[in-house]
């Protein structure tokens, strides 16, 4: 059996600003896989932080919904990292 990690997986995405509460609330109905905090808000910058062993259905939402809110990843310093 594999051990799952104890710490969220953290991604970061430039999403169109007024696209935010689309993917925030997208991520929701699907219930504690990933929480999205905007960390600027004019940019469009926002962190992802995917629980762990959620990580494929997250990429499979964002593939799904790529199209439609024009997500961009970004890499920053701390990507991928458990907190």
């Known amino acids: 059996m594999q051990k799952l990690p104890k710490a969220c997986f953290k991604k970061y995405f430039i999403i169109p600003p007024p696209e935010i509460h689309m993917l925030r609330f997208t991520l929701e109905a699907y219930e504690g ?3 999205v ?3 600027d808000a ?5 962190e992802m932080s995917i629980a ?3 990580e494929e259905e997250v990429a499979q ?3 799904h919904e790529q ?3 024009h ?3 970004v890499r920053l310093g701390d990507e991928g990292s458990g907190s």
Do not use: D, N, Q
């Not at 004019?42 to 926002?46: H, N, Q, R, S, T």
């Open 52 to 54: 762990p062993g959620c």
């Open 37 to 39: 905090t905007t960390l």
């Open 42 to 46: 004019a940019l469009g910058l926002i």
């Open 67 to 69: 199209e439609h809110l």
């Open 71 to 73: 997500l961009r990843s």
């Open 61 to 63: 939402i964002l593939k």
């Open 33 to 35: 896989i990933a929480l």
